[in-house]
Every structure is written in structure tokens, then in C-alpha cells.
């Protein structure tokens, strides 16, 4: 016998019975091993009675009373009975009832119907558009506020965001943005050289880029940088209660950081989208060199090809996207729920709905444009 | 019945230590040791280094100088397999909690056993329910800790750190922000524990009650002399300590120093 392990006999008693003899050391270890073995007696033994005999445990700790318990709470006639326990576990079986464990924990939530759950859906998609048409009421407020309250904006908090959303963003934006006019160059005057016509390369690359690509590629990393920051930090603030901290203070939340973020953010993204645009017709001068036209030659076309207007259209396009991309990023932040994990759904929610409106609201200003005839 | 009975002497012993952040130290030239089946009380004002002394003695900071031994092997510095099997020998209550928010109660208990042991699941589940009961939560077994209170989780924390039932266990502030009546019950769970099981405490708590119920023996930090002001069985200090914030804090005086 094992000093340090557990074992488990069996011996016959009366009336076809059985008799249970568990001892030695039960601990999370050693029961690993008895617990099959005993559930099988107790199995082939299905109808006799069986005694559990304790007598012999040396150390029993949680997991050897949980052992124990759970043979005493197998409904079966006859029960199972425990005896010869020495005191010590007498004293850790006290606390438990095990007639009350055989019942499975009560669940959580009881299921719900397919209708149920569909009318919460609804409901919760109805509660979203709610809650979306009253942040955006109330933030345009607290914008108006600010405009005609200059005084009372938190500037050092806006100029701390803008140099985070704004002036760290500048290499991944420059990056794309040179990579981007390469290739857009590239692609073109491939094609372009069959008939000659490289020289319109610069015009199509200019088009392109002051009106679509930079404002549009300024605001989708700005989507991927900075709303999913907004709404980490909103979120974990709110996880933290330090937005119910806030607002009994009397401070309102999103004066005081949505506002702040909004402004950085219509400040930072027109500048960023000019610095893409500048960035990327510098990566398709590059190209245009090494198919022999020269810068001078590259600058005059696009000065000639791109007016002022394209470039005005592309920044207030970009500058909506910027006020949109701010918003849905500090709006998620403010919706997340309780928990670690909600902060996260928080991000990964605030980068998407940013894509999506900045693709959708693109199309909107490609038909008023037309319309207008810019 | 000590968890491991080839050890003779001092659970854990602290020789030395001295702890900081930065090369600043916060406490200097700890030492003392804890004994198999005793409750062993950290006591100090705020701020005077109670958390980050347990987290030395658990292993996760690494001190400026000097060791802590647990069951007589060196924690500090260990590392591997070695290292393994002397985290295996304690459970710790975070003063947060630390439980993982992306699990329910019962999940979070039955990590260390999934880790750890070869039980089958139906077991893992009832061993986790037992320790959930232990601490009064029967019936969350379901509920995400976001959903209870703060004191709810910290008995949680508890029910996770006794998964294993292991010979030590490091509790950090277990009873804050509980209610007198369940602060009680969870004292009566540590003694009846340590009673039965011969298991060892180190807790960090101020609550008086409840220091004077399960403590054997107290230390007490200080952060300006940042050593040990006083120590010793909690009725001794009470009646006899030197030092006058040691007496006011047993007589429970307002101090302006907590
Ligand atoms: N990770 C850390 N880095 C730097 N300083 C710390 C860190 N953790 C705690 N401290 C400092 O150590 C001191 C003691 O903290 P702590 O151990 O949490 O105190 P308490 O006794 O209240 O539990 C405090 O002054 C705290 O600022
Ligand atoms: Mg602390």
C-alpha cells in the first residue's frame, strides 16, 4: 500500500452488498485515478446497497470530499452510506449537503425562443439607432457649445490628441501614401507608354489622389488608428466607472472628452490628407523619372491638370470623414458594456462602423459633387 | 498535516529581502518566517508595501537583494521545472481579484484543476462547485464576474486560488469591501482550513476583528523606517508594543498616519 497514493477496495457483504473501502491520501492527484473506479462499483452494483468505509483516509483535502460527495449524491435506492469517517473529514463533509448537489447548478439564463431572441435583435437594433440619432444630437451641441464657448475647451487635451492622431500618424501615412502614388504611377504608365502618352500620367495620378485615394486613405487609417483608440480609452474609462465619475462631478462626458477628441480629429485630418497628397505625387514623380520626364515637366502638368476646387473638394471631404471616424470612435467607446472583453468588442466595433460610413458617405459626395458640377 | 512532509522547519522564509521599484528601495533587510499551519498577517498603512512584499514572496518581482524559500527550495531566481513545482505549492487572492472576465465563476475555478490534474470534467465541475460553495457563492456558478459585486469576486478569487487545495495560501486584503457577516464567515473557512487541512496563511487585511480571530502572528511595515516595526502575536502587541502607531492601530485610535 502506498503511503503517499490513494486506493480503493471492494468486499462483499450482506444481503449481495458491497462495502467501498477508500483510504490513503485523496487529494486532486490521486482521486484522478479512484474516481472511475469507484463510479464502476457503484454501476455494477446498481440495485444492492453499498457502504462507503472511510476508515482508512490518511489526508483528504477538497478534492477527496468531492469524491466523496459525489457518491453519496448518486440517486439510487438504496442510497449509498458513508461510514467509519474519521473526524477530520467528518469536519470537511459538514459544510456540503450532498442531497442538494445532485441537482446541476441553476443555469444562468433560461434558453430563449428563436421569436424571442429575434424580437431582441430588433429591438436592440431599434435602441442602437436611438441611442446613434441622440449622441449625435447631443454632440453637435456640446460642438456648438464649444464654437461659441472657445474658453471653455479642454485645448491642452485636444492638442495632446491631435499630436497623438495626428503628428504620430504621419509615417504610416506617408508610407501608404508614397506607396500608393508608385504604384498608381507605375500601373499607368505601363500602360500609358504604348501610346506615348506617359506625360498624362501625372494628370490621372493628381486626379486621383486630391480627389478619392488621399482623402479616402486618410480617413481609413485614421479609422484604424484613432477611433479604435477613442473608444478604447472611453471604454475603459467607462469600465473603470470614471464616466460615472465624471458625470457626478457634473461634468459632462462628452464635453469633456468627445468634444476634445472631434476637434483634434477636424483639425489633424485635413492636414494629414495634404500631406498624403503631397506625399504620394512625390512617389509618382519618382516613377515618371525613370521614364524620362522630368520634375519640371511633372509639375507643370499637374498644376495644369488639377485645379484648386479638386483639391478644396478632397479636403472637405476628408474633413467630414474626420468629424464621422471621431464620432463613431468616442460613440462605441460610450456604448461598451461591463468587462475587460466589452472594451475590446468596443474597438473592434468603433473600426468597423468608421469604414463603413467613410465608404458610404464617399458616395454621398460623389453625387453632390456631380451635381454641382466640381 | 503539512503539505509536504519531508520539509521540516519554515514554510517560507524571507532572509534579507530587500524590494523596491527602480533601485529605490521601498523596504530594507526583511526578516522573517512563516510556519507550517499558521496564519501569518502583513499588516502596514497604505502605501507601505504589504501587495508588493506578498508579490516578492510569490515569486513575481524579483528583490533588489536577499531570497525567499518556500518548502525550503529558493523561489527567487528559480526558474523551469523546478520553478513550476514550487508555484504549485500555494494559491493566491490578488487584491483585485484577477479573475478572467471572459470565463464564468465555475470556468474560473476549474482552470488551475484542468492545468493540473488528470479529472474528468464531471469532477473538475463538482471539486469547483464544492469551492464555490465553501465561499458562499453556490448558485453563480454561471454568472461572468461582471455581473457580481466586487465582494463577490474577491470570494471567487479565493474559491480559484483553493482549486488545487494548496499547502499555502497568499490572500491580499481578502475581506475589504466585504459585509461584517460573510467577513466572519470567510474567517471561520480560514481557520476551519487550517485546522483541518494544516494549511498556511499569509494575509494582508486590516480589518481588527478579524486579525484578532485568525492571526497568529503579525508583522507591521513601515514606510518611513522601511523595516519591520513590530511583531508578534496580535493580544502582545495590543498590550505591549513599543512603538505608539502600533499601539493606537490594535487600540484602534484614528491616526493620521493610515
Ligand atoms: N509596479 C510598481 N512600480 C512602481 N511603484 C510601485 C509599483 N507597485 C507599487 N508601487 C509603489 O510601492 C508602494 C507600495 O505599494 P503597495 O505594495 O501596493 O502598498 P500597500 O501596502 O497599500 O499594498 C506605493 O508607494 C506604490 O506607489
Ligand atoms: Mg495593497
Known amino acids: 500500500m502506498d503511503r503517499q497514493g490513494g486506493h480503493l477496495e471492494t468486499a462483499a457483504a450482506g444481503e449481495g452488498g458491497c462495502i467501498l473501502r477508500l483510504g490513503g491520501r485523496l487529494d486532486a492527484y490521486t482521486v484522478a485515478d479512484l474516481w472511475p473506479r469507484a463510479l464502476k462499483v457503484l454501476e455494477t452494483h446498481r440495485e444492492t446497497p453499498v457502504q462507503l468505509d472511510a476508515g482508512e483516509v490518511t489526508y483528504c483535502d477538497g478534492a477527496g470530499v468531492a469524491l466523496i460527495l459525489d457518491l453519496l449524491r448518486r440517486p439510487r435506492t438504496p442510497p449509498v452510506t458513508l461510514v467509519n469517517v474519521p473526524d477530520k473529514v467528518q469536519r470537511l463533509l459538514d459544510p456540503f449537503d450532498a442531497a442538494a448537489l445532485a441537482a446541476p447548478p441553476p443555469p444562468r439564463a433560461p434558453r430563449q425562443g428563436v421569436r424571442r431572441r429575434l424580437g431582441e435583435a430588433i429591438q436592440g437594433l431599434g435602441q442602437g439607432l436611438h441611442a446613434q440619432v441622440t449622441f449625435i444630437g447631443e454632440a453637435t451641441a456640446a460642438l456648438v457649445h464649444a464654437l461659441l464657448h472657445p474658453r471653455q475647451v479642454r485645448w491642452g487635451d485636444a492638442v495632446l490628441i491631435a499630436r497623438r492622431a495626428g503628428a504620430d500618424a504621419l509615417p504610416i501615412v506617408g508610407l501608404i501614401a508614397l506607396l500608393l502614388g508608385v504604384i498608381l504611377a507605375f500601373q499607368s504608365a505601363v500602360a500609358m507608354k504604348q501610346f506615348g502618352a506617359e506625360i498624362f500620367v501625372a494628370n490621372l495620378v493628381a486626379l486621383s489622389l486630391l480627389r478619392e485615394l488621399g482623402p479616402l486613405m486618410t480617413a481609413i487609417l485614421l479609422a484604424g488608428r484613432s477611433a479604435s483608440a477613442f473608444a478604447a480609452e472611453i471604454g475603459t474609462m467607462k469600465v473603470n466607472e470614471e464616466l460615472d465619475a465624471l458625470t457626478t462631478m457634473g461634468l459632462d462626458p462628452l464635453r469633456f472628452l468627445v468634444v476634445t477628441r472631434i476637434l483634434a480629429a477636424l483639425l489633424v485630418t485635413p492636414l494629414l490628407t495634404l500631406f498624403a497628397n503631397l506625399v504620394g505625387l512625390a512617389g509618382a514623380a519618382m516613377v515618371l523619372l525613370t521614364f524620362d520626364i522630368p520634375l519640371v515637366t511633372f509639375v507643370n502638368q499637374v498644376s495644369q491638370s488639377v485645379s484648386l476646387t479638386d483639391l478644396a473638394g478632397g479636403l472637405v471631404k476628408a474633413t467630414v470623414f474626420g468629424l464621422l471616424v471621431a464620432g463613431v470612435g468616442c460613440l462605441r467607446g460610450l456604448q461598451t458594456r461591463t468587462g475587460a472583453a466589452a472594451v475590446g468588442e468596443a474597438t473592434t466595433r468603433a473600426v468597423v462602423s468608421a469604414i463603413v460610413l467613410i465608404v458610404a458617405v464617399d458616395g454621398v459626395f460623389a453625387v453632390i459633387y456631380f451635381h454641382l458640377g466640381i | 498535516m503539512p503539505a509536504d512532509p519531508s520539509h521540516t522547519g519554515p514554510v517560507i522564509q524571507v532572509q534579507d529581502l530587500t524590494l ?239
Open chain 2, 20 to 258: 523596491g521599484f527602480g533601485g529605490r528601495p521601498l523596504l530594507e533587510g526583511l526578516n522573517f518566517d512563516v510556519h507550517a499551519g499558521e496564519v501569518f498577517v502583513l499588516l502596514g498603512g497604505s502605501g507601505s508595501g504589504k501587495s508588493t512584499l506578498l508579490k516578492h514572496m510569490i515569486g513575481l518581482y524579483e528583490p533588489l537583494a536577499g531570497e525567499v524559500r518556500i518548502g525550503g527550495e529558493v523561489l527567487t531566481g528559480s526558474e523551469g521545472a523546478a520553478r513550476r513545482r514550487i508555484l504549485r505549492r500555494f494559491g493566491v487572492m490578488y487584491q483585485s481579484g484577477a479573475l478572467f472576465g471572459s470565463m464564468t465563476l465555475l470556468e474560473n475555478v476549474r482552470l488551475p484543476l484542468e492545468a493540473y490534474t488528470r479529472l474528468s470534467r464531471e469532477a473538475m465541475d463538482l471539486v469547483a462547485r464544492l469551492k464555490l460553495q465553501l465561499v458562499g457563492l453556490a448558485g453563480f456558478e454561471h454568472h461572468m464576474p461582471a455581473e457580481i459585486s466586487g465582494g463577490m469576486q474577491k470570494r471567487a478569487a479565493i474559491a480559484r486560488a483553493m482549486a488545487l487545495d494548496p499547502g499555502i495560501l497568499f490572500l491580499d486584503e481578502p475581506s475589504a469591501g466585504l459585509d461584517p457577516v460573510t467577513s466572519a464567515d470567510l474567517d471561520r473557512l480560514i481557520l476551519r482550513l487550517k485546522d483541518i487541512l494544516g494549511m498556511t496563511f499569509v494575509v494582508v487585511t486590516h480589518e481588527l476583528p478579524s486579525i484578532f480571530t485568525i492571526a497568529d502572528r503579525v508583522i507591521m511595515l513601515d514606510r518611513e523606517t522601511r523595516g519591520i516595526i513590530a511583531r508578534g502575536a496580535p493580544a502582545q502587541l495590543r498590550d505591549h508594543a513599543e512603538h505608539p502607531w502600533v499601539r493606537r492601530f490594535f487600540n484602534r485610535e484614528a491616526t493620521e498616519a493610515a
